[in-house]
């Protein structure tokens, strides 16, 4: 393979910009889960189970869709996603609009394929690049997590503006014109060879990887961090500092671009000191901050530079651990181990939303228990890093 193909970098751009129209679909609900708590009298754990589900599909959802990326390309794959999810984003819509919990819900479940974007661009842009720039191609294509910033940022103010129905008319327009631009402009990698093997063999060779459920305990502490507090921080930021929607939006979409921002400084980062380093970093940085959180600080300016800390430390971590399956994964597996540990990277995000949910402290105003147990989580993790974790796979794994 050509080590500078012509091409790759608008690929890559490409690739990237639709990840973040999908990204955006994907978390639609949340920046509005406090108006759907409100209209539709929702508890706290009715809240938290509205904006997990579409984490939930998404993360699930990423396993055969990587394996699918494999073997049928990103062209295509891109394509059908972001078309499947334009009439979800308009099933949303009609379900807020009618009051009904259980069709939002279905809705959201629907919504969940978005998420797989994810899962389609890892394979693609791998092929496109030499393993030494592979951090550097998946951190890139990693910013495509923007699109949960201008989804808190944007949606919320769209409504305002132009109306709730008209805002996800829009969204769903915006996903057919980047299907359509992904179908016309999108190209395969030269060195990209369609993997013909069945699925469940594929996807069962690829579990059997150590490094595939290395990578994957990582990616659901560093990735899931990131979907939880994205779509979770709204709430949060409402019960705790008693801001309105649009001020949570603001300060929910100034998380997501720091992580985004970081993501592929994570990337860069691993291509040149090493992976376990910075994903080392981004733990140790996760621990000490989430226990910060729990504190509570006080006034914009320390308060604001603590979450952003958190979310640049949740963007080292993914880029640094996405750098390590670029490199470790054998070449014909990257669609199949991408999927499952990107999985587990949603899974990692579906979870959260729904403890903090259940242990909030009405009466305390609290999410002591939440953070904690991110504190301690965080924790294993750096150590598992660092006992555990080699910096090449064991031979039985390539």
């Known amino acids: 393979m050509n080590p500078t193909p012509p091409g790759r970098g608008r690929n890559l751009v490409l690739a990237t ?159 057919v014109l980047m299907a359509t631009v992904v179908w016309f402009g999108l190209r395969e990698s030269p060195g990209w060879v369609a993997n013909t093997n069945p699925l469940l063999p594929k996807l069962s060779a690829a579990a059997g990887l150590m490094v595939t459920w290395q990578m994957s305990f990582l990616y659901a502490v560093v990735f899931g961090g990131f979907v939880a507090f994205s779509n979770y921080l709204p709430t949060y930021l409402r019960d705790i500092y008693e801001m309105d929607l649009t001020a949570a939006g603001t300060r929910t979409a100034g998380f997501a671009l720091a992580a985004v921002l970081a993501r592929p400084l994570g990337g860069i980062a691993a291509d040149r000191y090493g992976a376990k380093p910075v994903v080392m970093l981004a733990l140790g940085a996760v621990a000490v901050l989430a226990f910060v959180v729990n504190l509570r600080p006080e006034g914009e300016i320390p308060t604001g530079l603590t979450f952003l800390s958190m979310a640049a430390a949740l963007g080292l971590g993914t880029g640094g651990v996405f750098a390590w399956v670029g490199v470790l994964a054998p070449a014909d597996r990257v669609g199949a181990v991408g999927g499952l540990v990107s999985a587990a990277g949603g899974l990692g995000g579906f979870f959260p939303p729904i403890i903090m949910g259940a242990t909030y402290n009405a009466a305390e105003k609290s999410y002591a228990i939440g953070l904690l147990l991110l504190v301690g989580t965080a924790i294993v993790a750096f150590v598992f890093t660092a006992v555990a974790v080699r910096l090449r796979p064991a031979r039985r794994d390539r």
């Open 17 to 175: 910009t639709a990840s973040t129209a999908g990204f955006w679909a994907w978390t639609v609900i949340a920046p509005l889960g406090a108006r759907y708590a409100e209209e539709l009298a929702l508890t706290a754990t009715q809240a938290s189970v509205l904006v997990a589900t579409p984490v939930l599909v998404g993360a699930l959802g990423r396993i055969p869709v990587g394996a699918l990326t494999d073997r049928y390309g990103g062209r295509l794959m891109f394509t059908a996603i972001l078309l499947i999810t334009a009439p979800a984003v308009v099933l949303v819509s009609v379900a807020g609009a009618t009051g009904s919990y259980v069709f939002l819900v279905a809705s959201a479940f629907l919504l969940g394929i978005g998420g797989t974007v994810f899962a389609v661009g890892i394979p693609f842009v791998s092929a496109w690049y030499e393993p030494s720039r592979r951090g550097f191609a998946t951190g890139v294509f990693g910013t495509g997590m923007a699109g949960t910033a201008l989804s808190a940022f944007v949606t919320p103010r769209l409504v305002l503006s132009v109306g709730y129905t008209a805002t996800h008319l829009l969204i769903a327009g915006l996903l």
